[in-house]
């Protein structure tokens, strides 16, 4: 058999071999693993290069070697999960740089850190005032992780004490002009209620480049053409309205009628209707 046929097939056939050998170990975010299990992955490339191109002389030996270097691995992973020591000792562990708000020279250091480094590294995490971190430190894979001070941190609903409406992943029912099925299904919709939408909205599925739908029943599309402008629909907003509205009419009515038990009826209602506002407010204004 000629060299480059065979070259093709071994090629081929560790190529695949490789594929295995990723699922098998995991699906790992190499800019977020640490140096030991990078070194690990370069390493195995490399053999699986020299076996492709026949660099090995055994290839019985060299598929043995390939072996260890991902089964190691992943003995040491089961370790580490057993042993908090032997975690330590592969993958290190984190270091504080900045405690009580006081930068830790001497860890730093250990690092090979400056400050400049430091000051970076804040940036990256849009901490631009030193002043205002709390405690900071890396991780085992590098990263670092800011804790800002109490009176420093964005002030969220919970801060506020507002209620705000639960929100969920949202569904992408339309990707590339294709109509996803499932994702429909799993909000209780249809393509009929699809077809609505975007009838309302004036658009051809053909034009849809990505259609999702939220935890609301709200679809938000982009088009393939950009200089096409959409007013997406404001159903919460324009219930909310609606409500609110009739809520206001009430109030009029019993302020304009004499009649007393009229009257009576008319304010009671308009409260009964505001209470029900408040309470429908987190999930049709703040969601």
Known sequence: MQSWIMLVLRTAILFFLVLAIVKFIGNVNLSKSTPFKLINYIVIAIITAFISLGLVANSVFAFIVLGIWTLLPLALDYLSIKSKLIHDLINGKETVLIKDGKVMEKNLSKIRYTGEDLLRELRSKNVFNLSDVQFAVMESNGDINVLLKSDKKPINPHDLKIEVAPVSEPETVILDGNILDGALSNRGLNREWLQVQLSNLGVVIDNVFIGQVDSSGDLFIDTFDDSLEIT??????????????????????????????AKKMYSNNANTIKRMMDKLEPYLLRS
Request: aromatic share 10%; charged share 25%.
């Open 232 to 261: 997406q629909p404001k159903v919460k907003e324009l219930l909310y309205a609606s409500i609110s509205k009739v809520q206001a009419d009430l109030f009029a009515f019993s302020l304009e009628t004499n009649d007393s038990k």
